[in-house]
């Protein structure tokens, strides 16, 4: 195995040398020079052909070699099994965790769009939105008046797409005969085109079907392995949404999931003029369309940057339009009020997932981390503490001729092994987490690890693999060849150096445990506090989901619904039926200014004015367990001939009536449209979210407003809560055959959305901190293991002096608590850094708070004691005797 080798060199000098021997040979016997040079190569016959064979026997050598080097390094690991098992086992957990949380953030932050050179995207930004107008977000939506005219500036853009949902959540769909959920957006012409999005089944829209609001859809390559089963046919099939037949005419490329954020869209219908499929999903506001209305903002916009044109060209050549646009419909500028500035970002990624993810993400990828620099340390260690068992082993090699070199390869080849095992369960590890967190943090995109996400992997077991190998070389090298004749392990182990550097190793993982503890026990309080929240209601009980009835007129819409809540409440085991428009706990809702007699408000201090309205029905806060503290909640008397009312809640009366009795005073719409007499107040509870502030409120009375469109539905029932939900399905039926439930659900479920960030986060970080923990302990068992075994000689002789057990077990454990000290001391500094990284993501908890620091040192000190036990407890029963004799 260790044979010194001939390089191509020697063999060539060799050659050479052969040929001048046999030349001389034939000088003697009276050849002239020239013959005996011809004749000598003539017999040796072809130089090349010598070489080539030399080069074919030095790779099958070489083959050869790591032939032996694999069996050989096998043979010495299934000597071994319970080191190869946690050996392999500590790589999976450390790479497989960083795989996982690497492989949310490559979908979430590094990913780019995948669409053709999305480099050149840019989403479309508004500084603010006109006084007056209805929006979605202030800055990322647009009017269609702006679309319509932005894009015919050819000179800036080469594409202007404009998207928008057609629900807020899901819309109702139907292939066959049932009616199902889905999540659909409304494109322009140019949406596949202009990305650069392939089609491999059908095509995508044209100008024309956008012109025409043609009843064309495309489905989403998941949507089409989901509900068609990839099935060629499905080209031609019609797709009813909402109500409304579409042809589908295209299946998207694998992989686009559409532009929304955290949303995975399962089809795309050109732009429609059609009630039934309104931006959003709103009713028709004052009877007209999102195209009809210049104060809707409402659609999204993504360009293409005409080639040769910076993003500061384009914002030069396109302000003043966009400008003149924004005044579209809406005449002149209110006194005071700004121009609007346009503005790009990039889009080579998801928008608003670094704002919702970035941070909290980044911290995850820092502590995975430092667990798997802890795994990777405790791999090291136990390969160095096998190793110096085996010094012997190497000396008997390196007398036999071994090399650095050879030694290097088979403890390399052992690496490999160990590496290539741990990376195999490693990645099945992660392809299994990196679905979970998806789960936890309802994130529709695909987390599925791509490319970068193997290589990223490939690199981590590269280094680790060199890091194996490199590891104990030391040890190896140690015992020189003449130690192989030596028989006292005792003696040829010894070494200081060794030993110190095993206990830092050890005091910088107690560091880096005490820092993933801290950060695990404050999210993990974090998430205790969230749940705990009161929320202002008695969500015990509650169901909630959603319909989107085809609503042909005012009348008709309000006949439905009255007609909805009388059958459900007719239901065995139903207590009480409401509805509302935005779902408690959904994260929407409609913010605005309102008028207080008749008037806005005066705001001590220049205070905010917005209201958060909603709409709701009769026995609202009876069937949510919301407190009405003054008046009463909405009855089915409240109806559209009655005089409008209104109820509000504890902010509101203090915000804006303060020392008044609330009951009987006149609020409404800013625009002074609409107008209600307030006759209840309502305590202060969570709305669209558990960790938000209270902010004032007002509730118009669903049957009063003069518009109606989709509701959700909230039913308190006896019993399991989603038990109800086959036989409203069928009440709901009764009334339109086409109705799904839109995301049927418990109300406490919806809630617990919200914090669904927090969740993954709190519940990751407890299991790197559990898995911290376990490895810290395995590292330290193992180090003081070693010591004991390596120190027997010395306890057998301290014991022979006459120490008693009780002293060598105290010399034990005063080891591993100094270590323990000196790494709460190196840790806890780090700890208080990564607690104030995190404030942005605590809630109700500090980020230097005590009792998770103190709970985090003392976890660390009772896993040192734990994993000291046992070597202790070994050491105390070394009989002094025969640990003389054996050494």
Known sequence: MFKRKRSAEDFAEEIKAHLELEADDLRGEGLSEEESQRRARVEFGSQVAAQESFHRRGRWQALDNLARDLRFSLRSLLKSPGFAFTAILTVALGVGANTAVFSVMNAVLLKSLPVADPQTLVYLRTSDQPRGTGTVDTNETMSYPVYDTLRKQTSAFSSLIAYVPLSGSKVAVRVGSQPEEAEGDMV?????????????????????????????????????????????????????????????????????????????????????????????????????????????????????????????????????????????????????????????TDAKNFPGYDQMYGNPLRILMAMVGLVLLIALANVAMLLAARNAARQREFSVRQALGAGRGELFRQLL??????VTAGGALAWAFAMMAARLLANWAQIESSLAPDRTVLLFTMGVLVVAAV?????????????????????????SNTNAGKSRTGK????????????????????????????????????????????????????????????????????????????????????????????????LPDVPNGGDRTVRSNVAGPDFFTTLGI???????????????????????????????????????????????????????VKDHKYRSIDETPIPMAWYMSAQIPMVGPMSVEMRVKGAPLAILPTAQKVVQ??????????????????????????????????????????VATGLYGTLSYRVNRRTAEIGVRMAMGAGRGQ??????????TLTAI???????????????????????????????????????????????????????????????TD
């Open 808 to 817: 060598v077990v105290w010399m034990i454990l005063r080891d591993s608590l």
């Open 734 to 775: 009764q009334l339109d055959p086409n109705l799904p439930l839109i995301k049927p659900m418990t109300q406490r479920d919806q809630f617990n959305t919200t914090i669904s960030s927090q969740l993954m986060f709190a519940r990751l970080a407890e299991f790197f901190g559990l898995l911290a923990v376990v490895l």
């Open 413 to 418: 080849t052992e690496s490999l092994i160990l």
């Open 504 to 599: 830092i190793i050890v005091a910088l993982q107690m560091a880096m445990c005490v820092v993933l503890l801290v950060g695990a026990g404050l999210l993990i309080r974090t998430l205790r506090n969230l749940e705990n929240t009161p929320l202002g209601m008695r969500v015990d009980g509650l169901v909630v989901f959603g319909v989107n009835p085809d609503i042909p007129s005012l009348a008709a819409g309000r006949t439905f619904y009255r007609d909805l809540i009388s059958k459900l409440r007719i239901l065995p085991g139903v207590e009480s039926v409401t509805v509302m428009e935005e779902r408690l706990g959904s994260g929407w809702s409609d913010n605005s200014a309102m008028m207080v007699d008749g008037r």
């Open 188 to 344: 322009s012409g140019a949406f596949f085109s202009g990305l650069g999005v392939n089609l491999p089944l059908g095509r995508g829209f044209t100008a024309e079907d956008e012109a025409n609001h043609a009843p064309l859809s495309v489905i989403s390559y998941n949507y089409w392995t989901r509900r068609f089963a990839r099935s060629p046919g499905v080209l031609g099939q019609t797709l009813f949404v909402n109500g409304v037949p579409t042809t589908i005419i295209g299946v998207s490329a694998q992989g686009f999931e559409g532009l929304e954020p955290g949303g995975s869209t399962d089809f795309w219908i050109p732009l429609q003029n059609r009630r039934e499929l309104n931006a959003w999903g709103n009713p028709l506001d004052d009877g007209k369309l999102y195209i009809e209305n210049p104060k809707w903002w409402c659609l999204r916009l993504i360009a293409r940057l005409a080639p040769g044109v910076s993003k500061t060209q384009a914002i030069a050549q396109l302000q003043a339009v966009f400008r003149s646009a924004s005044r579209i419909g809406l005449g002149s500028p209110m006194q005071g009020e700004k121009p609007l500035t346009l503005s790009f």
């Open 627 to 681: 407190p009405v503290l003054e008046g009463r909640d909405f009855a089915d008397s409240d109806t559209v001939n009655s005089p409008p009312v209104g109820i509000i809640n504890e902010e509101f009366a203090k915000r804006f009536l303060a020392g008044q009795n609330p009951l009987g005073h006149h609020i409404g719409t800013d625009d002074g449209r609409y107008t209600m007499t307030v006759i209840g107040v």
């Open 823 to 885: 790494g709460i001391v190196a840790g806890i500094p780090l700890a208080m850094f990564v607690g104030r990284a995190l404030m942005s993501s605590l809630y109700g908890v500090k980020p230097l708070d005590s009792v998770t620091y103190m709970l985090a040192v003392v976890g660390v000190t009772l896993v040192a004691l734990l994993a000291s036990a046992v070597p202790a407890s070994r050491a105390a029963s070394v009989d002094p005797l025969r640990a003389l004799r």
């Open 467 to 491: 890091l194996f190998g490199l590891a104990p070389m030391r040890v190896a090298l140690a015992g020189r060849a003449e130690l192989a004749i030596r028989t006292s392990a005792a003696t």
